[in-house]
């Protein structure tokens, strides 16, 4: 098992930005600024349902690592820590799914 996280990620995205474009595909996606980076992450979430449908457990897997690192840049973007999901996502799991989805306000 490795020991990288989404932090490791969010943190390669944050020094990827900052490079030149000619460089880096992260500052490239950067700098076209969040409809294009948005536009991949969506990309990226469709291939990987493609991929999850199909049953190919190899390409479900590199599906997925594009989609977590295309929201990574789509945070990056709109300047969200990961931080700020992880804290959300440990507030939703006080209660249950549908406990939760029931209190949302409509």
Known sequence: MSDFSLS?????VAERAKASAD????????????????KKFGEEA??????AIGGDKAELVAESADLLYHLMV???IAGIPLHDVMSE???RTVQSGLQE???RKS
């Open 23 to 38: 460089e880096s595909w992260t500052a490239k996606l950067v700098g076209q600024g969040q409809p294009r980076a948005a």
């Open 101 to 103: 989805k029931a209190n």
């Open 74 to 76: 789509v945070l990056k």
């Open 46 to 51: 469709i291939e990987t349902v493609i991929a």
């Open 8 to 12: 490791d990620l969010e943190r390669i």
């Open 89 to 91: 996502l440990a507030k």
